[in-house]
């Protein structure tokens, strides 16, 4: 069933995907999100992950900074609280992380691009749920985007060589509780866009994540329970020549009793392989505007430019 109106789409991945496609990119083309029921990571493992992910993060600061590695851009292990900043804020966000990245054979061709994971030898179990749900969300966003390709016209399996061995990350993330009056409606992370192909999002029910309409306005983002929220990033955006949009969004603190706990979620940032040149596709040039669009860039070279702009590279 595909909840179908001017809204943010509501989508089933159970459904055709030729009967979801255009609701899908409807909504990617006016807000750049969409949410998506009947993603097929199973509950008990998202649950499995949210408890371990707890558990980390309840380790003692001097613990978890020795998982912190140094130079590695936050591509890999723990990252302290106070260190990322979105582009152009002023202030860093309220937030600590863990990352998860690809693991590649020893002399893979793109090794070079990506570093070994680091797990944390306290958390029984940590490595083998992690591996196990980070390749559940890769299922997950690969479908999504055979109902993107679709929708653009494009053989389904178009992004299927795209994204093969890409230098996909998933976070495991916290936000601490505030204190004091100012807790209520305090950014925890500041207007941003994502730097990937597509973001995949759990644990988005707890209220606080919004989106910048083409108005200007911010519109909260309110999934039902256990549903995923998928949002374009960059990549994307350049690859479609800006129709499919990459969205300013920005976590903020709630009203009342949620104000002053801790919030989590779990994002996994799909992306391209990094030997792929980001290139305005065919279809999504202006006849009349041939030379408005982005110039050519691999993955990898849009990813260290941009890491760098928000204080991980």
Not at 138 to 147: D, I, K, N, S, Y
Request: aromatic share 8%; with cysteine.
């Amino acid at each position: 069933m595909t909840d179908s109106n001017t809204d943010i789409a509501v989508v089933s991945l159970a459904q055709p995907l030729d009967s979801i496609a255009a609701e899908l990119g409807r909504s990617f083309e006016e807000y750049g999100f969409a949410v998506v029921r009947d993603h097929g990571i199973p509950q008990a493992l998202i649950d499995r992950a949210e408890t371990l992910a707890k558990q980390f993060f309840a380790l003692p600061d001097t613990v978890k900074r020795a998982y912190h590695v140094p130079g590695g851009g936050g591509a890999r292990g723990y990252t302290p609280f106070g260190t990322e900043k979105a582009k152009d804020a002023k202030v860093h966000d309220l937030k600590e992380f863990w990352h998860v990245g690809r693991e590649l054979p020893e002399g893979h061709p793109l090794a070079e691009f990506m570093a070994d994971n680091v797990w944390p030898e306290e958390i029984e179990g940590f490595r083998d749920t992690f591996s196990e749900l980070y390749a559940a969300f890769e299922t997950a966003g690969g479908r999504a985007l055979e109902g993107i390709a679709l929708h653009l016209g494009l053989d389904r399996d178009f992004f299927a060589p795209t994204v093969e061995d890409g230098n996909s990350v998933m976070r495991l993330l916290r936000y601490p509780p505030l204190e004091g009056e100012e807790a209520e409606g305090a950014i925890r992370a500041a207007a941003h866009g994502d730097i990937n192909t597509i973001t995949l999002l759990l644990g988005a029910e707890e209220a606080g994540l919004e989106l910048l309409t083409r108005q200007g306005e911010w519109k909260a983002v309110a999934p039902p329970e256990g549903a995923l929220v998928i949002n374009v990033g960059d990549m994307l955006d350049r690859l479609t020549n800006g129709k499919l949009r990459s969205t300013t969004h920005r976590v903020v603190n709630p009203r009342g009793e949620a104000a002053y706990r801790a919030r989590y979620s779990m994002p996994f940032f799909l992306h391209f392989r990094p030997d792929y040149v980001i290139e305005t596709l065919p279809s999504c040039i202006d006849p009349e505007h041939p030379g408005k669009r982005p110039e050519p860039i691999s993955s990898h070279e849009f990813l260290l430019q941009r890491l760098r702009e928000i204080n991980l590279a």
